[in-house]
């Protein structure tokens, strides 16, 4: 039997509960376990928020909250592939198309064109809507991890050059203020012996 509209909107809504389980490599700020994709995503459509002002073009700030709230659910299928991992980032687009194709197809057709279309849009890197998520995204795990003194740099020997390397471009492309920060939090974490010199 063909399911209809509302039962698959209801599937789709379930399935994204699994994003609680996937842990990152961020710590949360006021207890020792590592975030999750929910949380993170929540807290990336609150900068969306209440940081559009430093956008480095006009943005939707709508449309940039649903690119967030989107952008890490095939990490359900394809796992958060830490940052840093070359090994895992050579195979992380394959299983993330393949995460893609599963999980927004649970949706009705046209929600699945929209929803997975935001996906594609944050990983494109091309409108200032998604300029600005990833900077969003590429900020927040430093804030985090700076304010917990570098305890994931610190476990996984990251050095200032891989740090700006990640980090630097896309922040200030899609705001010239979070990309400054990344700038200062780099800075501060090499003095504070956080990040390893090059």
Known sequence: MQKDRFSQQLE?????????N?????????????????EHSFHLAVMACILA??????????????????????EIDAGDTYCYDEAGNQTKAE????????????????????????????????TPESKFANALDRIHPMLLNY???????????IHVSQAEARNCGITDAGSERIGKL????????RAAGMLLED
């Open 147 to 157: 304010a917990k003194g570098g305890i994931s740099w610190k476990k996984h020997g």
């Open 95 to 126: 299983r993330e198309q393949k995460a893609a194709d599963r999980i927004f197809a649970l949706l009705p057709e046209e929600q699945e064109k929209e929803y997975r279309g935001l996906w594609e849009e944050f990983e494109a890197r091309e």
């Open 12 to 20: 789709f809504i379930l399935e994204l509960d699994k994003l609680k």
């Open 53 to 74: 002002e430093h956008a480095r073009e006009e943005i939707d700030v709508l449309h940039v909250m649903k690119m967030v709230l989107m952008h890490d659910v095939v």
């Open 182 to 189: 990344a700038k200062e939090i780099i800075e501060a974490g």
């Open 22 to 38: 996937i842990r990152r490599q961020t710590l949360v700020l006021h207890e020792d376990r590592a975030e999750n994709d929910a």
